[in-house]
């Protein structure tokens, strides 16, 4: 019987555990894990909330994108939608439409998940779920008051494979959007956008409620 190619939880003893920082939004643990031999070491990480993030394809099958500056790695980058999960136990669906309308000031009629990944496992307990948005129109009404770096973004639609293109020449960096426009160009090379989870799956990694 060949290997099963499937992630699966699971979790080694911890026999202590402190916090050494704690941010706005996110801090740093400190864990003592005991290994297979029965050895332990010191594990340190960065503990998330979880995120969210929405590649909004429109019907000319171009891609709503953001550029804004990231200060951590002292670049300004093109991203899609993306935000915290701000409210433990927040329905990530609801999160990821707040988030394309508070950056981009768009709805979406049709949602699908598209992935869900772990963005850095070695360092970081971030959970993100990336979802598909199509049926797109402007929200009416004022928009939302932006600051900070969110003030200086700027919006562009570009054809999803000018994106994958930028991705494959080393152009683009940002997980979200790697994953996000590879996942969508893999989708529609294979089984289709019907194919996809419903906008509602489950996330063991970020249980919600409906």
């Given at each position: 019987?060949?290997?099963?190619?499937?992630?699966?939880?699971?979790?080694?003893?911890?026999?202590?555990?402190?916090?050494?920082?704690?941010?706005?939004?996110t801090?740093?643990?400190?864990?003592?894990?005991?290994?297979?031999?029965?050895?332990?070491?010191?594990?340190?990480?960065?503990?998330?909330?979880?995120?969210?993030?929405?590649?909004?394809?429109?019907?000319?099958?171009?891609?709503?994108?953001?550029?804004?500056?990231?200060h951590?790695?002292?670049?300004?980058?093109?991203?899609?939608?993306?935000?915290?999960?701000?409210?433990?136990?927040?329905?990530?669906?609801?999160?990821?439409?707040?988030?394309?309308?508070?950056?981009?000031?768009?709805?979406?009629?049709?949602?699908?998940?598209?992935?869900?990944?772990?963005?850095?496992?070695?360092?970081?307990d971030?959970?993100?779920?990336?979802?598909?948005?199509?049926?797109?129109?402007?929200?009416?009404?004022?928009?939302?008051?932006?600051?900070?770096?969110?003030?200086?973004?700027?919006?562009?639609?570009?054809?999803?494979?000018?994106?994958v293109?930028?991705?494959?020449?080393?152009?683009?960096?940002?997980?979200?959007?790697?994953?996000?426009?590879?996942?969508?160009?893999?989708?529609?090379?294979?089984?289709?956008?019907?194919?996809?989870?419903?906008?509602?799956?489950?996330?063991?990694?970020?249980?919600?409620?409906?």
């Open positions: 019987m060949g290997i099963s190619i499937k992630d699966t939880a699971e979790s080694w003893q911890v026999t202590a555990s402190e916090t050494p920082f704690t941010g706005n939004k801090s740093a643990r400190t864990d003592v894990v005991v290994m297979p031999d029965g050895s332990t070491v010191k594990r340190d990480y960065q503990v998330h909330p979880g995120s969210v993030a929405v590649l909004a394809l429109d019907e000319q099958g171009r891609v709503l994108v953001i550029n804004q500056y990231r951590p790695v002292r670049h300004r980058l093109w991203e899609i939608p993306a935000g915290l999960l701000d409210i433990p136990g927040e329905n990530p669906l609801h999160a990821a439409q707040r988030e394309l309308f508070e950056e981009a000031h768009v709805k979406a009629e049709d949602w699908r998940v598209l992935t869900d990944v772990f963005t850095s496992p070695g360092g970081c971030e959970a993100l779920r990336i979802f598909l948005a199509r049926g797109l129109s402007e929200v009416e009404g004022e928009r939302f008051e932006v600051s900070e770096e969110e003030a200086d973004m700027e919006l562009a639609r570009v054809p999803l494979a000018d994106l293109r930028g991705v494959l020449d080393g152009e683009l960096h940002n997980t979200c959007l790697t994953v996000g426009v590879l996942a969508l160009s893999a989708v529609l090379a294979g089984d289709g956008v019907d194919a996809l989870r419903p906008a509602n799956a489950p996330w063991p990694a970020r249980p919600f409620e409906e």
